[in-house]
């Protein structure tokens, strides 16, 4: 059977190999107990079920020239993100409306959409963070997924996870955080800088007049 969250593992890692560590984190984990891998298992689903979700992307160092921000809302059903990007220096950060889906990215320009070339292949994780249905938890456990501890986050308790690997190598780096009811808080690829995905309790915008679904894949 196919392990879903390791293919979202191997997603992050076709964009960046990365390795780091946190305070309170351990850098090789420990194996999954059944409550965790009961709880990682449902993780996917309940993106899903949540409906649509504000999503805040951040892509390399701040002061990097090629660093890229994210305010966007995610419609995980209907496969299609929309919002603003900030690209550049956050200093010098230039904002422009955009949206995206698994084969496109389009930005508006007097008031019409423009489709792009290809996505960014970075952005194509936000579509893997949401399943149909929930992964098969013994397979989890079996897996080399990892719980890597607890930290403190705004007050927020939270369980950070290495995903499996997709051969069981041991080489994967991106990491879940769940709160303490299990809802997947962050997504990012083994640090604090190149790819970070938060999860906010922000309300959803609209999506925007024009913007058809159909456009949104090419």
Known sequence: MRRMLAAVAAVAASVLLLTGCQAGLSDEGEPLTVAQSEMLAQTRFQVASRGDVVLHISMLAD???????YEVTLDPVDHVAWGAMLRGPSSLAVEETVAFSPTAFLRQ???QWQTEA???PALSVVFALAADRPENAQLLRQSDARHLGEVDVDGEQQQVFRLPSVDGGGDAVTRLWLDGDGRLRRMDAGDDERLVILLTDDVPLPRPAGLELGDADG
């Open 63 to 69: 002061d990097d020239v090629d660093h890229r921000e």
């Open 118 to 120: 290809v996505l960014d």
């Open 109 to 111: 320009v007097d008031g």
